[in-house]
């Protein structure tokens, strides 16, 4: 593990735990056990370390939607499967991605480079998720949208709530949508 990347799981774990706020870039530092010289170096600013923190929490999520396609597994086990890693990581950093988005839609310059990142990404592989599901290839961007909306919706629910079960409920009724518009029995 490069320098960068040792201080960037550091990050990635304290800002989970301890939120943004307002903490400086030596503050930051502090926490990390580093100087805002070697953060500077890395990551050029405050605001680039959090969109590199952003950046690597969103990408360890979408690479866990690829693993979980198994053909040999009924749909609904793999959407569900999928769920369940995401809800493990949303409980450990979920509440920084939500601080940081709205960070992002009140136009604050650290959070800036977020207002994209934290959609488009997403997009591609979600709509050749649901292409592997059989949506219709006219649907498919929308679906996707739809999907990864009410996901995060019902991640903001759990994170809010602490209500695994009636959030998991939702995410299987999700789930067996998706499974009706790609025209797929939900046992299938």
Known sequence: MTGRDALL???IEHLSAAGVGAISLRGLAQQL???????????????????????????????????????????????????????EASERHGRLFFELAAHAMQDQPHARPLRRGLIDPWLAPLE?????????????????????????????????TGDHAEVDAAALQLNELLLIIARVSPKA
């Open 9 to 11: 799981e550091r990050a």
């Open 33 to 87: 056990g580093t100087s805002h010289r070697m953060l500077i170096y890395h990551f050029g600013s405050r605001e680039g370390l959090l969109a590199a923190v952003v950046a690597e929490v969103e990408r360890r999520q979408r690479e866990l939607l690829p693993q979980m396609i198994d053909p040999d597994r009924p749909t609904i086990d793999q959407s569900l499967a999928f769920w369940q890693a995401v809800v």
């Open 128 to 160: 050749d998720f649901c292409r592997q599901l059989g949506v219709p290839e006219d649907q498919c961007a929308r679906t996707a949208r739809m999907t990864m909306g009410t996901a995060r919706g019902l991640l903001f629910d759990l994170l809010l």
